[in-house]
């Protein structure tokens, strides 16, 4: 289990942290929109999927210090 959380912690933070760096670059080219979908929408998006991430990956080190 631990594993599967550290995984999809660590793939919800770099997606998450991908998607923020594309909205940015996106936004500082001067568009508002990419394809059919608001900057601001996708950009919290990533913040969103960063912030589970950080989630799990806590829960992964909480479960560890319950063991010890």
Do not use: E, K, P
Not at 10 to 16: E, N, S
């Amino acid at each position: 289990m631990d594993g599967l959380l550290l995984l999809l912690g660590r793939a919800l933070g770099v997606g998450g942290l991908v998607l923020c760096v594309v909205a940015g670059v996106v936004r500082l080219a001067g568009n508002y929109y990419l394809g059919s979908f608001a900057l601001a929408t996708l950009l919290q998006a990533g913040v969103a999927a960063v912030v589970v991430g950080c989630f799990f990956l806590l829960l992964v080190l909480a479960g560890r210090a319950n063991r010890l």
